[in-house]
């Protein structure tokens, strides 16, 4: 066979070499030690938290080690793709605070020295490392209908290997003459790996999250380019990779199937394999109809809104919260990490792949609600309004009208019980903010001024009364705590506590029963923040209107 004729007959229209690519892409000038790690993602739909989860690891590896991570689209399933599918996955990373150091930035712009960064833009790339294989006799024109490779997998049904190989692979041996016949008759092509494979021989790789891997070497001859010149995945990620200098691929374990083929790719194009780690999926329970665990499944797009990234977005889950709970999923010793460095950036963590369970990470809703809690309750009011600000503007004009009508006044109400040594811990995402502050709001604020069931309607109303006379909205904690307690004597209460626990049938009640009915005549709950910050940012006029509601429904 004359591969060097054969290969100018396949590929008449590529001039370069890979030698020219080669020095188009350098290696990169990095330290050493430095890795080089990537997110490959196809606009085939929504960003997953899946594809979040690998992003964010991938990123990590990179930059822990002073390294590259960039962005690349690997967009060869044009029948899958959807449009704004890129820009989606480029938001979706921006939101979490993943922004690539290079790579695509926008639909149709890149960032860096490696581009396109996009394969669909790669083709004569992908040719002319194609057209090398030919020309080494390692790859080689496949003109296998449909019919042909159907009727191959069912004659393979009872084979322990399945696939284009060996005696199946009807094309591997056809001569030139066949060929050029072939494309003189306008037969559609594909081009295939000529693979070396031996049935009897294994391949060992050192999985940076699973360790040592050993597997049977691949057979197969796989496609390289389809029938319309698009390279399938395992070829365009081998080339990709290569001249990326990529040197860690961080990638979901459904992979791990392919890297006998993928192996054998970069030895045949004469390239230096990458390190690779493969990423459990994530997981979730599964229950029955009692709230019983059956089992565990991976998170679904289909069943689980939770799959999405835009979901978190849309119920207000700070980013940093979703960060802070990824890294939980991800690395074994991030919890006891955080708890020493309370209040470092998550940048700090000295995040490591091989702290990374093999088994797939549970997701938990309500182990993200607690982290988010705690996340919330360390940003400064200011960041709470204008995170909460920006949700409201994209998810509930309403209450973003309220907030933006009074800067002033939302600032204060979320600093209420933030600045001490224990702030509370109440909100988990944006989306709760409406509802635990409404009292706050005039338009918001509801009241069925349903007492505490040791209080009688006047009692109640007898202390309201009395409070309302001594009430002053610029009094200090101490101060107005002590016109609480200087109310209690008279009206039958003990402002000490331990003294009502020690007699209770002296007392109608103690100074937490009379301070309990003021704060429900004035919010509705019972139980809010710091009472007394509460009524110094509601003001006189409107506790007191309150108040006097609240009088006149007991009477």
Same mark, same amino acid.
């Given at each position: 066979?004359?591969?060097?004729?054969?290969?100018?007959?396949?590929?008449?229209?590529?001039?370069?070499?890979?030698?020219?690519?080669?020095?188009?892409?350098?290696?990169?000038?990095?330290?050493?030690?430095?890795?080089?790690?990537?997110?490959?993602?196809?606009?085939?739909?929504?960003?997953?938290?899946?594809?979040?989860?690998?992003?964010?690891?991938?990123?990590?590896?990179?930059?822990?080690?002073?390294?590259?991570?960039?962005?690349?689209?690997?967009?060869?399933?044009?029948?899958?793709?959807?449009?704004?599918?890129?820009?989606?996955?480029?938001?979706?990373?921006?939101?979490?605070?993943?922004?690539?150091?290079?790579?695509?930035?926008?639909?149709?712009?890149?960032?860096?020295?490696?581009?396109?960064?996009?394969?669909?833009?790669?083709?004569?790339?992908?040719?002319?490392?194609?057209?090398?294989?030919?020309?080494?006799?390692?790859?080689?024109?496949?003109?296998?209908?449909?019919?042909?490779?159907?009727?191959?997998?069912?004659?393979?049904?009872?084979?322990?290997?399945?696939?284009?190989?060996?005696?199946?692979?009807?094309?591997?041996?056809?001569?030139?003459?066949?060929?050029?016949?072939?494309?003189?008759?306008?037969?559609?092509?594909?081009?295939?790996?000529?693979?070396?494979?031996?049935?009897?021989?294994?391949?060992?790789?050192?999985?940076?999250?699973?360790?040592?891997?050993?597997?049977?070497?691949?057979?197969?001859?796989?496609?390289?380019?389809?029938?319309?010149?698009?390279?399938?995945?395992?070829?365009?990620?081998?080339?990709?990779?290569?001249?990326?200098?990529?040197?860690?691929?961080?990638?979901?374990?459904?992979?791990?199937?392919?890297?006998?083929?993928?192996?054998?790719?970069?030895?045949?194009?004469?390239?230096?394999?990458?390190?690779?780690?493969?990423?459990?999926?994530?997981?979730?329970?599964?229950?029955?109809?009692?709230?019983?665990?059956?089992?565990?499944?991976?998170?679904?797009?289909?069943?689980?809104?939770?799959?999405?990234?835009?979901?978190?977005?849309?119920?207000?889950?700070?980013?940093?919260?979703?960060?802070?709970?990824?890294?939980?999923?991800?690395?074994?010793?991030?919890?006891?990490?955080?708890?020493?460095?309370?209040?470092?950036?998550?940048?700090?963590?000295?995040?490591?792949?091989?702290?990374?369970?093999?088994?797939?990470?549970?997701?938990?809703?309500?182990?993200?609600?607690?982290?988010?809690?705690?996340?919330?309750?360390?940003?400064?009011?200011?960041?709470?309004? +204008? %995170?909460?600000? !920006?949700?409201? /503007?994209?998810?509930?004009?309403?209450?973003? *009208?309220?907030?933006?009508? &009074?800067?002033? $006044?939302?600032?204060?109400?979320?600093?209420?019980?933030?600045?001490?040594?224990?702030?509370?811990?109440?909100?988990?995402?944006?989306?709760?903010?409406?509802?635990?502050?409404?009292?706050?709001?005039?338009?918001?604020?509801?009241?069925?001024?349903?007492?505490?069931?040791?209080?009688?309607? +006047? %009692?109640?109303? !007898?202390?309201? /009364?009395?409070?309302?006379?001594?009430?002053? *909205?610029?009094?200090?904690? &101490?101060?107005? $705590?002590?016109?609480?307690?200087?109310?209690?004597?008279?009206?039958?209460?003990?402002?000490?506590?331990?003294?009502?626990?020690?007699?209770?049938?002296?007392?109608?009640?103690?100074?937490?029963?009379?301070?309990?009915?003021?704060?429900?005549?004035?919010?509705?709950?019972?139980?809010?923040?710091?009472?007394?910050?509460?009524?110094?940012?509601?003001?006189?006029?409107?506790?007191?209107?309150?108040?006097?509601?609240?009088?006149?429904?007991?009477?």
């Amino acid at each position: 066979m004359d591969y060097l004729k054969l290969a100018d007959i396949l590929f008449p229209e590529i001039d370069k070499t890979p030698d020219y690519f080669e020095a188009k892409y350098p290696p990169r000038d990095l330290p050493e030690g430095a890795r080089v790690t990537r997110f490959a993602p196809s606009p085939t739909g929504f960003l997953h938290l899946g594809g979040l989860f690998a992003a964010m690891v991938a990123a990590k590896t990179a930059h822990t080690s002073g390294g590259v991570f960039y962005l690349r689209i690997e967009d060869t399933d044009k029948k899958r793709e959807v449009e704004g599918g890129i820009s989606g996955i480029i938001d979706g990373l921006a939101r979490f605070g993943i922004v690539p150091d290079e790579g695509r930035i926008s639909e149709r712009e890149d960032k860096g020295a490696y581009g396109p960064y996009r394969q669909s833009e790669r083709r004569e790339i992908y040719a002319t490392f194609a057209k090398e294989l030919v020309k080494k006799g390692l790859a080689y024109p496949c003109f296998c209908t449909e019919d042909e490779i159907g009727a191959i997998r069912e004659a393979q049904e009872n084979e322990p290997i399945k696939g284009y190989f060996g005696k199946w692979a009807k094309c591997r041996n056809l001569t030139l003459e066949q060929i050029e016949a072939n494309l003189a008759a306008g037969k559609p092509w594909t081009l295939r790996l000529r693979s070396a494979g031996d049935m009897q021989k294994k391949i060992t790789i050192s999985d940076f999250i699973r360790g040592k891997i050993e597997m049977p070497a691949n057979v197969l001859d796989i496609v390289l380019l389809k029938q319309d010149g698009i390279p399938t995945y395992h070829f365009a990620h081998c080339v990709d990779d290569h001249l990326m200098h990529s040197t860690h691929i961080v990638r979901g374990d459904e992979w791990i199937a392919s890297v006998p083929i993928h192996i054998e790719l970069f030895a045949a194009c004469g390239f230096k394999a990458p390190k690779y780690a493969h990423i459990a999926p994530i997981m979730k329970e599964e229950t029955d109809e009692a709230g019983n665990v059956t089992g565990k499944r991976k998170l679904s797009k289909r069943k689980d809104p939770e799959a999405a990234v835009t979901y978190y977005s849309e119920v207000g889950y700070p980013a940093e919260s979703v960060n802070e709970y990824l890294l939980t999923l991800a690395n074994s010793n991030f919890e006891d990490w955080r708890r020493a460095n309370a209040d470092a950036p998550l940048e700090a963590f000295p995040f490591n792949l091989k702290k990374m369970s093999a088994s797939g990470a549970l997701f938990d809703l309500a182990k993200l609600n607690d982290v988010s809690k705690n996340v919330i309750c360390r940003f400064s009011a200011e960041k709470v309004y +204008a %995170d909460v600000l !920006a949700w409201a /503007k994209e998810n509930d004009s309403d209450f973003y *009208a309220h907030l933006a009508a &009074d800067k002033d $006044f939302a600032v204060k109400m979320f600093n209420i019980d933030r600045t001490g040594k224990k702030p509370r811990k109440d909100i988990a995402k944006w989306s709760e903010v409406k509802e635990y502050y409404a009292y706050l709001f005039t338009d918001y604020y509801k009241n069925t001024f349903e007492m505490p069931e040791n209080i009688t309607k +006047a %009692d109640a109303a !007898a202390i309201l /009364k009395a409070y309302k006379a001594v009430y002053a *909205a610029g009094d200090e904690k &101490d101060v107005w $705590f002590q016109k609480i307690k200087d109310l209690c004597a008279p009206l039958g209460f003990t402002p000490n506590v331990k003294e009502y626990k020690q007699n209770p049938d002296a007392f109608k009640g103690h100074v937490g029963d009379v301070s309990g009915v003021i704060r429900i005549a004035v919010t509705g709950r019972r139980n809010t923040p710091d009472l007394c910050s509460i009524l110094a940012l509601l003001g006189e006029e409107e506790v007191g209107r309150r108040l006097e509601e609240c009088i006149e429904n007991l009477a």
